[in-house]
């Protein structure tokens, strides 16, 4: 394996391993605090009788 093999092979293994770790963050966190944060606010609304309101 010459240089430039190394050099992609390393730009690949970087790159992959940027997208395993986002997707581990969105999975285990950006995601179900989205979805926390709507159910509280819809349950809040829920509870005081009113509709959602549209954005």
């Known amino acids: 394996m010459d ?3 190394f050099s992609g092979f390393l ?3 970087t790159i992959f391993t940027m ?3 986002l997707m581990i963050f969105l ?3 950006a995601i179900p605090y989205w979805l926390i944060g709507y159910f509280k606010e819809s349950w809040k609304y829920r509870k005081e009788g009113r509709a959602i309101p549209k954005k």
């Open 3 to 5: 240089l430039s093999q």
């Open 27 to 29: 999975l285990t966190f």
């Open 11 to 13: 730009v690949f293994l």
């Open 19 to 21: 997208g395993f770790w």
